[in-house]
């Protein structure tokens, strides 16, 4: 088991490999319960995703979406178990079925009159061993009738670390397909302009705690530091807003969308349906 080697090692290096025991085992024990809950849920029907709407600054519509996975009868935090996903390799089938259930909502939403809205789908690094993850996504957008750019596709800094040129290769792959490439978490890793121009992004994410610094920085500063991502040709998201005055400070910033339970929290997919058309701004701010 890689887990227990991984903690062996370190603690080796430590010398000290008494100390640790109680916790350790109760965190490999947890782990291996969290891959049997996440082996039963892919099995059984038992994964579900939430959607979370990302509203325009200047119109306070819903001008797209982030899908985000639920365990349908636990209460098991995302972070947690997307990161056992990934150390156990269940994240390929995982990652599967989040894309397909993404774009067969999709198109229930259009085939009920809706009007088609992006959405966003978290892909994590280790899907870049899904060779034919690409296939795969062109085969559910034809069999759902979906545009490929309306699928937006989120990495993280932490992708490019390993691999860079497979990585480069696979985000031209879905460039070329139309898809939109989404840099999330912006301002939480090394956060180097350098890779906004190498990689081909259509949008940055700022994570919660850099709108935080974002917010507390001089008008001006914080117009140019937006002003250049704009100039790379880049769609500025703002996360986890949950209050009014940032709202407000980002949008004077230039910010284009807020996304965060200022204007609403990630909710299912019927709840969806009784938004879709509304306008936050005047609904929140009245
Ligand atoms: P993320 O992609 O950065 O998603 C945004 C997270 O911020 C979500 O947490 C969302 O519920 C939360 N959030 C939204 N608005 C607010 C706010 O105003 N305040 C605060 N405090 N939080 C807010 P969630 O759903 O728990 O997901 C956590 C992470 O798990 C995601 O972060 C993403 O990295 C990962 N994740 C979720 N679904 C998937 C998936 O389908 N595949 C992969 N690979 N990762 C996923
Ligand atoms: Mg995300
Ligand atoms: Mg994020
Ligand atoms: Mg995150």
New binding site residues.
């Given amino acids: 088991n890689a887990d227990t080697a991984m903690y062996f090692v370190k603690d080796n290096g430590r010398d000290n490999h008494m100390f640790y025991s109680d916790k350790i085992l109760e965190d490999i024990r947890s782990k291996a319960e969290i891959e049997d809950i996440l082996r039963d849920a892919l099995r059984d029907d038992g994964l579900r995703l939430l959607y979370?709407p990302q509203i325009n600054v200047n119109t306070g519509k819903i001008d797209e979406f982030?899908?985000?996975?639920r365990l349908k009868n636990r209460n098991l935090?995302?972070?947690k178990f997307?990161e056992v996903a990934e150390m156990s390799g269940l994240?390929i089938d995982?990652?599967r079925w989040?894309t397909k259930e993404a774009i067969r909502q999709m198109a229930e939403w259009r085939d009920k009159g809706y009007p088609v809205k992006p959405v966003a789908?978290?892909?994590?690094g280790k899907q870049l061993n899904d060779r034919e993850y690409i296939s795969f996504l062109h085969d559910t957008l034809q069999e759902y009738q979906i545009d490929p750019r309306y699928v937006e596709i989120?990495i993280t800094e932490s992708i490019l670390v390993e691999e860079t040129e497979n990585t480069l290769t696979f985000l031209n792959e879905l460039k070329a397909m139309g898809l939109r490439i989404a840099m999330?978490?912006f301002g939480t890793g090394y956060s180097s302009i350098n890779y906004l121009t190498f990689i081909p992004v259509n949008k940055i994410?700022l994570d919660?705690s850099l709108c935080e610094k974002f917010i507390n920085l001089d008008n001006s500063v914080m117009c140019s530091l937006i002003g250049l991502m704009h100039s790379l040709n880049l769609i500025i998201t703002a996360?986890?807003?949950?209050e009014t005055y940032q709202y407000y400070r980002l949008k004077e910033g230039g910010c284009d969308l807020i996304?965060?339970?200022?204007f609403s929290?990630?909710l299912a997919s019927q709840d969806i349906e009784n938004v879709y058309n509304y306008n936050f701004i005047n609904q929140t701010m009245q």
């Fill in positions: 979370q982030e899908a985000l996975l935090s995302p972070a997307i994240i995982i990652g989040v789908i978290n892909f994590s989120e999330d978490d994410k919660k996360e986890g807003i949950e996304q965060g339970y200022l929290k990630p």
